[in-house]
């Protein structure tokens, strides 16, 4: 069984710092891309940055630039997303996601597995 599990969540306040990880199970994903989504309540789930397989290449919103950076280890299976700076806004259900090929997605349909996100909260 595929799993994506993901950690590091919690309540922090504006400015502070978090460090998401993403441990999958079940399968290797070396030969995938990855990604991190946010689904804030009654919106959409939004993209907010990918990675290639092979870690050369990555994507961010324009709303994280700067302040985010996901990197993975192929060797451990994992992804993570380092969050710097952060805003009330950035408050949401955070997921990682495994991409259906090796490129970098921006949309969900690009992807096939998801994990089943943690929480960020963020007081202003």
């Known amino acids: 069984q595929v799993q994506l599990v993901e950690s590091g969540g919690g309540l922090v306040q504006a400015g502070d710092s978090l460090r998401l990880s993403c441990a999958a199970s079940g399968r290797t994903f070396s030969r995938n891309g990855m990604g991190w989504f946010r689904q804030a309540p009654g919106k959409e789930r939004e993209f907010i940055a990918c990675?290639?397989?092979?870690?050369?290449?990555?994507s961010y919103a324009d709303f994280v630039k700067g302040r985010f950076t996901i990197s993975r280890d192929m060797s451990k299976n994992t992804e993570s997303l380092q969050m710097n700076s952060l805003k009330f806004e950035d408050t949401a259900v955070y997921y990682c996601?495994?991409?259906?090929?090796?490129?970098?997605?921006?949309?969900?349909?690009?992807?096939?597995?998801w994990g089943q996100g943690t929480q960020v909260t963020v007081s202003s």
């Open positions: 996601a495994a991409a259906q090929g090796p490129w970098c997605g921006l949309s969900t349909v690009d992807y096939e597995h």
């Open positions: 990675i290639s397989w092979r870690g050369d290449i990555t």
